[in-house]
């Protein structure tokens, strides 16, 4: 398993890098600068103009923000279609592979979270007046808190019952609850209960692995998701095979191809320019893209 594993993430990150420099190229890291510059002289007059005394909705919005944060980053377990008839006999050896999952997934949210966490560090200590130590103690509440949401998600691979509503409500429920205590009451307190829910659910984990047997149908469905997710990403800045185009009928827009077929390339055009996601998906997003930008602009003329 260890052996797979390693192959399989060597692939993967050099997929990734290969991708890199498409992804990162001059113009995109050109327009991130000025954007990342903007929006962090924003924040800095926001965080100077933040009184002595902190807002209500400081911590609630603070709150919300971390447990969004948690949120972000799913299991990389890189399995594949084939998986599931040629691993098959090694249906109860899955736990070591996803313990190897679990690290690798880990790791890459820790720091997820640090640079979050970096850039929510100004508006912690100077808007609710909290000290440096106390900061650091947060991020190590938001890392057990995304380690017990990766544990959770290793559950769902072996137990479909940790899928359902309920499930999800009462794990979500004990998120927010961890993350109200340390910003309201204490957060040392709130490392002790992150502290507990994570052995907890990483004792449901060793418990499920034990007496269930692997989900491959689900588990290969969720990573596939992962990178359709990822593949979507990067196929805004170059081609990448995976992401097929979809074929759809869309009746509403059936008054704009009425007078089209007389003229054969019209009539082509048309219908793949509306029906294909490929071209319209494109269309929209510039056009969303455009409109946001005079939407904002002060000048009349560039506007128009």
Not at 53 to 76: C, M, R, S, T
Not at 96 to 110: I, N, Q
Not at 252 to 257: G, I, N, Q, S, W
Request: glycine share 4%; charged share 15%; aromatic share 18%.
């Amino acid at each position: 398993m260890n052996e797979i594993w390693n192959g399989r993430l060597k692939k993967y990150q050099k997929m990734l890098l290969r991708y890199s420099k498409y992804v990162f190229n001059d113009h995109f890291v050109l327009a991130l600068l000025f954007f990342v510059g903007g929006l962090g002289l924003s924040y800095s007059n926001f965080v100077k103009s933040l009184p002595q005394k902190p807002f209500w909705w400081e911590q609630p919005i603070l709150i919300i923000i971390l447990f969004l944060i948690v949120q972000i980053g799913k299991l990389a377990s890189l399995l594949e279609e084939a998986d599931k008839v040629f691993l098959l006999p090694k249906d109860y050896q899955m736990k070591d592979y996803f313990k190897l999952v679990l690290k690798h997934s880990a790791l890459v949210s820790f720091f997820t979270q640090l640079v979050f966490m970096a850039i929510l560090a100004p508006f912690i200590i100077q808007g609710l007046k909290w000290q440096f130590w106390m900061w650091i103690v947060l991020l190590i509440v938001q890392c057990l808190l995304k380690f017990s949401y990766l544990s959770f998600l290793v559950i769902g691979t072996y137990n479909l019952a940790a899928k359902s509503f309920s499930q999800q409500f009462l794990f979500h429920a004990a998120v927010m609850l961890i993350l109200v205590l340390s910003l309201y009451l204490n957060v040392i307190l709130g490392v002790i209960l992150a502290i507990v829910l994570a052995g907890i659910i990483r004792y449901y984990v060793d418990k499920v692995s034990q007496q269930h047997v692997f989900k491959w149908n689900d588990a290969i469905k969720s990573e596939k998701e992962r990178l359709m997710t990822l593949y979507r990403f990067i196929n805004m800045f170059t081609d990448v095979p995976q992401i097929v185009g979809q074929t759809k009928r869309r009746k509403f827009f059936d008054f704009l191809l009425r007078r089209t077929s007389k003229n054969v390339y019209l009539f082509l055009y048309s219908r793949s320019f509306v029906r294909q996601s490929g071209f319209s998906g494109l269309f929209l997003r510039l056009l969303f893209l455009a409109s946001i930008i005079v939407f904002f602009s002060p000048n009349y003329l560039f506007s128009l």
